[in-house]
């Protein structure tokens, strides 16, 4: 059993909305081309809202894990799943951000 937050489908929300274009994003752009605009875009986000964004980030490396844990991948997201999972192992205990 997952020992994270359970995460419900709210495909009229707009983060899901937001997970949906970056998912577009990512098929229709080079890998390259969006890792850097992306990137650069959060680097230039305000310090407080980064420390947002990195949770947002680490909430998914959680969800991943589980569904590493839990046998909800295949091998096209085995190694994503996978190295969620070693690292939510490896930093357990620093996954907490404050916010500032």
């Known amino acids: 059993m997952p020992n994270h937050k359970s995460y ?3 495909p009229n929300h707009k983060s899901y909305d937001l997970a949906l ?3 577009r994003q990512v098929n229709s752009t080079s890998l390259a081309e969006v ?3 992306f990137c650069e875009g959060l ?3 305000h310090r407080t809202l980064q420390q947002k ?3 947002v980030f680490i909430e998914a490396m959680k969800m991943w894990a589980d569904n590493y844990n839990n046998g ?3 091998l096209r997201n085995e190694a994503t799943c996978r190295l969620c999972e070693a690292i939510v192992n490896q ?3 620093a996954m907490h ?4």
């Open 91 to 93: 930093f357990e205990d």
């Open 72 to 74: 909800l991948y295949d």
């Open 35 to 37: 890792s850097k605009n």
């Open 21 to 23: 274009e970056l998912e």
């Open 97 to 100: 951000l404050p916010f500032i």
């Open 43 to 45: 680097n230039h986000s």
């Open 53 to 55: 964004q990195m949770g």
């Open 8 to 10: 419900d489908l709210a």
